[in-house]
């Protein structure tokens, strides 16, 4: 089969690869769609923690194929979604409910072998049902939307209080999607990007602002009285936005950090104010038991505002150039045979075949 391979920072091949097996517990899925982000790319640059030579891609659906010993026979045509981490049950973190920050944690597309190919297989728990009528386009985007679910667990926000969103990509347009359920007001995003402020509009924010202009400092002042934001999320990954959130955030405040800062990158806070307003400071990271709810809102989310644009598995490539570039907000990869099935509903453009 076709595969997308990075064997080293720059270095990225498609390949032909032996076609996978189902082992004992596994089901074998033919991809038909795997969404790229922020995280492939780093991979591809050397930025972000990986195992060389890896083929790509964490955001994954597809049809079961084939299956295991152990697994229903009845599993297979099913449209699916996969979970793309394993853990190892024994350290610390498994054995006390925080699977998520095992130690050995594999994850498909990271570490092992990932979604960018004709074929996957995984556990069979791993492979969730995607609700009738879902595209595999909108169903490989079920992962991104589970790390978000979980954030807005972390955020644990109550409805009719102020909410700052930096960063309107397409998580961020998830956040301000699970935002607006869940009764935040106002929804405000910051974002420099004039199509990103459209896209955050589209989605649910009540207000989306350039955070380049001058009077950001007064404008946010007005928008929630004068107190600040309850909430803030970060979805960029700069150290900027924490501290800009620490002087904006209202009393009892809470910043949650989504976006991937670079390793290394410091930033200037001033534990004065964190003190004197007992605000808190929250990590989120990856979908801790959310795969499943993020599949149920899948159909309930206004994920076609998104503009995306579909290429072949063989034009990795020119997606991670276009994914760079930006100029649409989610790209997806698909091999041959299901690059007609995979669209991502109305908004979808083809860039390639
Ligand atoms: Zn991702
Ligand atoms: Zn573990």
Do not use: W
Request: one cysteine or more; charged letters at 20%.
């Amino acid at each position: 089969m076709k595969a997308v391979r990075v064997h080293g920072p720059g270095d990225l091949r498609i390949e032909d690869v032996p076609d996978p097996r189902p082992a004992h517990g596994q089901v074998l899925v033919a991809v038909e769609a795997a969404g790229m982000c922020a995280t492939d790319v780093h991979i591809l640059h050397g930025t972000f923690p990986c195992r060389y030579p890896l083929t790509i891609g964490h955001e994954i659906a597809g049809r079961i194929v084939e299956v295991g010993d152990g697994v229903d026979p009845a599993r297979v045509g099913a449209s699916v979604t996969v979970e793309p981490h394993e853990y190892c049950r024994e350290c610390l973190y498994c054995r006390i409910g925080q699977e998520h920050m095992c130690t050995a944690k594999e994850a498909y597309g990271v570490h092992v072998d990932g979604g960018m190919a004709e074929y996957l297989a995984v556990p069979s728990r791993l492979a969730y049902d995607l609700p009738e009528g879902v595209s595999a386009a909108l169903g490989s985007m079920t992962e991104p939307i589970a790390c978000s679910i979980h954030a807005m667990d972390r955020l644990g926000a109550v409805s009719g209080l102020p909410v700052a969103v930096y960063g309107c990509g397409p998580a961020g347009a998830v956040l301000v999607a699970l935002c607006r359920r869940a009764g935040l007001s106002p929804i405000v995003v910051l974002d420099p990007r004039a199509e990103r402020r459209d896209l955050a509009l589209r989605v649910g924010a009540d207000i989306a602002l350039d955070p380049t202009t001058g009077e950001i400092e007064d404008i946010v002042r007005d928008l929630t009285g004068g107190y600040g934001f309850s909430y803030q999320i970060d979805a960029v990954g700069s150290p900027r936005v924490i501290e800009q959130a620490v002087a904006r955030a209202a009393r009892r405040g809470t910043v949650l950090f989504f976006g991937v800062a670079a390793p290394g990158d410091p930033a200037t806070v001033y534990p004065q104010e964190i003190y004197a307003k007992e605000l808190s400071l929250l990590g989120t990271a990856i979908n801790p038991y959310t795969h499943h709810r993020a599949a149920a809102l899948l159909p309930q989310l206004p994920l076609t505002e998104l503009r995306t644009a579909t290429y072949h598995l063989t034009d990795a490539a020119a997606a991670l150039e276009a994914q760079q570039r930006g100029e649409v907000d989610k790209i997806f990869l698909a091999p041959g045979e299901s690059l007609a099935g995979a669209g991502a509903g109305n908004g979808a453009t083809r860039a390639t075949v």
